[in-house]
């Protein structure tokens, strides 16, 4: 091939290259300006008042294409497909008990996105706010509304591979004492101390304003451990467990575990352990579960799976019966009324 000839095909890659770049470009460009515009076939959502203490609504971050998406909306705590009320508090993750509200959510610069954990009252005006390390992950709080715990990655961005490190802080709401990573507190395997450099903790789920459950990772293993924010110890209880959630009657605790034989990006299903007796059920979702499930009841959970606008929201019993079944779409991080 002569010299020309090689200039040539160089050219006619690089254009093609160049081709395909832009057309991607525009495309990523076209998909986010869509999510501005309301589907014609998505959920009716229109803005009004939202607060946090109203029994007869139940709160989602709102998924939805169209101007209101990720803000927090209301719908009828009977009729979740219902019209949404959205607030206009946007937040990447969110949860409410009490009239306290949790709202982690991105601050947009100009060279780059940081994030910010803004405890919100119960008209979802804004209390305080700390900056966080990271990407937000997971949020609670406590049913009496006076401790919250937020997660974020601190490097790497998923749970489902080993290099990723995670920061969870705890905060007292009548003291704003902040106990910015849980990991300065004393951890116990076995009845022996643990001290280690790859101790990773997450997933808070409280009991009350003082005791808690969370996942602790160290050694390759990740644990159920029980916190206690005076004391400032965590225990561990039982292992493969990650992102634990508390039944309302505080017996049970809901959570993703690992399963043999499973994908490697998709190795998680959801079961429920006793915590009398640490027994274990496996629900009927046998699909991936990469979420901190929510007790709707003393009998049902909620979770997130991947849906056409991001996430929808799904629902199985916790005692093994049953099949999934979708509870709404469009929405991610929900909070039940009590």
């Not at 991947?306 to 093994?320: C, E, H, I, K, R």
Request: glycine fraction near 8%; aromatic fraction near 8%; charged fraction near 20%.
């Amino acid at each position: 091939m002569s010299r020309t000839a090689r200039l040539l095909v160089l050219l006619a890659a690089v254009l093609v290259l160049g081709g395909v770049a832009v057309g991607a470009t525009l495309h990523a460009a076209g998909q986010a300006a869509q999510k501005d515009h309301t589907q014609a076939d998505g959920p009716a959502v229109a803005p009004g008042t939202v607060r946090l203490d109203d029994p007869r609504h139940t709160l989602f971050r709102n998924m939805a294409w169209g101007p209101h998406r990720d803000e927090i909306t209301a719908v009828p705590a009977g009729r979740l497909s219902g019209p949404r009320t959205a607030s206009g508090v946007r937040c990447l993750r969110f949860h409410e008990a009490s009239g306290t509200g949790i709202c982690l959510r991105a601050v947009h610069g100009k060279l780059r996105d940081t994030y910010r954990a803004v405890l919100l009252d119960k008209r979802l005006r804004e209390v305080r706010h700390y900056d966080v390390a990271g990407t937000p992950t997971r949020a609670r709080v406590s049913p009496g509304g006076h401790t919250v715990a937020w997660t974020v990655f601190v490097s790497g961005d998923s749970y489902a591979g080993t290099a990723f490190s995670t920061r969870t802080s705890l905060l007292d709401t009548r003291t704003w004492r902040l106990d910015a990573n849980l990991e300065t507190y004393a951890l116990t395997v076995d009845g022996h101390p643990v001290h280690a450099v790859d101790i990773n903790i997450w997933g808070v789920t409280f009991a009350d304003d003082n005791r808690f459950y969370a996942t602790a990772a160290t050694g390759g293993k990740t644990y159920l451990v029980r916190g206690d924010r005076t004391a400032r110890t965590l225990t561990a209880l039982h292992t493969n467990v990650e992102c634990p959630s508390l039944s309302p009657d505080g017996t049970r605790v809901a959570y993703k575990k690992r399963v043999n034989g499973a994908a490697p990006d998709a190795p998680w299903r959801l079961y429920v352990l006793d915590l009398r007796t640490l027994h274990e059920t496996s629900t009927g979702e046998h699909r991936n579960v990469d979420d901190q499930a929510v007790w709707r009841d003393d009998r049902t959970l909620v979770y997130s799976l991947p849906g056409d606008f991001g996430s929808d929201l799904w629902t199985v019993p916790a005692d093994g019966t049953g099949t999934p079944q979708r509870l709404v779409t469009a929405a991610l991080a929900p909070a039940f009324p009590r």
